[in-house]
């Protein structure tokens, strides 16, 4: 149960999110978030920078990291399903001030993302030569890519509620606290890998025992601060009862970002098989997907912080009923994630074999990248919607409409055409489908949101008045 006290110190932290002046108060938010996805992009590509450079065996390395990326985007989709499910919930009880609720939804998200860890950790330890030969691992890299995944799973259960628990640390408005959460974990990476890669001589499994233990630092500075006075959520053995009506309403919510996830690591396989066929396996190829995929990240993760940073603003208003500040908010935020967009798209188009130097790329894969790059990058520039205004969308607690427009883009659009136009072009196709499906999803999700979020705040606003006048009337 959430003390008085504990609901005093919320509503004096989160009286910002009500009064503040928007333009100041939305650098406040998101700058932290952003910051905290530009550390998980280093903390991702940082291990395959550094395997790219074990020698003789660099790009082996490097194509068994692209493998092994759609099972670690399995564990993030499930952290995203809980804890971005529960973190929008928990904030808008918070919002009508139900803190006993958002405190039950907390301590029923901390249960799922243990049992999901531990479940995912089992299955992938043991299963984990058949997974990396199932999503097209080129044969050179099959035992680079099982040795990093075994050790990647032990530490499972740790990953998983890491990045489930993080939003609520967020939803409580102490993003910089949430930020740090991932800096520790990034910086851990970077000092470990080349200790545990070169000096430890473990190569590819060093790599992986890195990002394990780093990501378990996360964890334990995630945890001390649950059991600290700044925090409301705290973990109470009766708030974890099970209750069916509770977990099916933060699954339902974290669905939209859940499937994001989780379709991004489908298309990710369709790639790698579609590569295999176009290729014969040609683990170039496969290294040079590797690199693209790194950059779309670049572009991609940075808007998605801003929407995240903006979910606590937008949870709040949605549930005390203030359309005109919702509104002026998420037009600031549309702005910001726009120009950053076209500003990445740009330097993307001009300057695309600059993503194959940061990899220390061979020859043969940086011309690859150079030549295939445009296709694959085109379309981010729709990101702005895709990425920031989708979170937005799930902050507003539209489950539909959410999950739709994330199924939209990779599974109704992406994956069909990637396959088409492989069968069609060859191995140009698997790069261009990305770039066409990209723009296309975004525009029609762009019309999709920006029509309807109109309606949806001004309906929560009568919803809000009517129940005032209710109690009024009693």
């Not at 450079?53 to 399903?81: C, E, H, R, W, Y």
């Not at 790639?271 to 040609?282: L, W």
């Not at 999700?445 to 009517?466: D, G, Q, Y």
């Amino acid at each position: 149960m959430i003390m008085a006290s504990d609901m005093r110190r919320f509503m004096d932290s989160t009286e910002k999110l009500e009064k503040e002046k928007i333009l100041p108060l939305v650098f406040k938010l998101t700058i932290p978030a952003v910051i905290a996805q530009l550390i998980t992009f280093l903390y991702n590509i940082v291990d395959r920078m550094y395997v790219a450079k074990i020698d003789g065996a660099g790009m082996d390395a490097l194509a068994a990291l692209g493998i092994v990326l759609p099972i670690t985007l399995i564990i993030q989709a499930f952290s995203n399903l809980i804890g971005l499910g529960g973190a929008p919930r928990a904030s808008m009880k918070l919002g009508e001030g139900d803190g006993d609720e958002a405190n039950k939804i907390f301590n029923t998200a901390f249960v799922l993302l243990t049992i999901t860890g531990v479940i995912i950790g089992v299955v992938t330890f043991f299963a984990a030569r058949q997974i990396v030969i199932l999503f097209g691992c080129p044969e050179s890299a099959i035992d680079y890519a099982e040795s990093y995944l075994k050790i990647y799973s032990a530490g499972t259960v740790f990953v998983l509620s890491a990045q489930g628990l993080n939003p609520f640390i967020t939803a409580q408005g102490h993003s910089f606290i949430a930020m740090f959460s991932v800096l520790i974990g990034a910086l851990a990476n970077i000092a470990l890998d080349p200790l545990f890669i070169f000096v430890f001589d473990m190569g590819v499994k060093g790599a992986s025992l890195a990002t394990v233990i780093s990501q378990f630092l996360s964890f334990v500075w995630i945890m001390v601060f649950f059991f600290t006075k700044k925090s409301i959520f705290g973990l109470r053995v009766k708030a974890m009862k099970p209750n069916g009506k509770r977990i099916l309403s933060v699954l339902a919510l974290g669905l939209s970002p859940f499937i994001m996830t989780i379709t991004e690591c489908a298309i990710q396989i369709v790639f790698n098989v579609n590569i295999k066929s176009a290729t014969g396996g040609d683990k170039d190829y496969t290294a040079a997907l590797t690199i693209m995929l790194s950059a779309l990240q670049l572009i991609s993760l940075p808007l998605n912080g801003l929407g995240y940073g903006m979910q606590p603003f937008v949870s709040y208003n949605y549930g005390k009923g203030n359309a005109a500040r919702l509104k002026s908010g998420i037009r600031c935020v549309t702005v910001i994630a726009f120009v950053f967009a076209a500003v990445m798209w740009s330097v993307s188009m001009a300057f695309p074999q600059v993503y194959a130097y940061l990899f220390s790329a061979s020859e043969t894969v940086l011309q690859i990248v150079k030549r295939y790059s445009p296709l694959f990058l085109m379309g981010s520039i729709m990101f702005f919607v895709q990425m920031t205004l989708q979170n937005v969308n799930v902050a507003l607690g539209r489950a539909k409409s959410a999950l739709f427009l994330a199924v939209l883009r990779k599974v109704i659009i992406l994956i069909p055409l990637c396959f088409a136009l492989t069968h069609f072009v060859g191995v140009k196709g698997v790069y261009m489908s990305e770039g066409i499906a990209d723009l296309a999803a975004g525009i029609i999700t762009a019309v999709a949101l920006l029509t309807s979020f109109p309606k949806v705040f001004e309906k929560r606003e009568r919803e809000v008045r009517a129940s005032k006048e209710e109690h009024v009337c009693e």
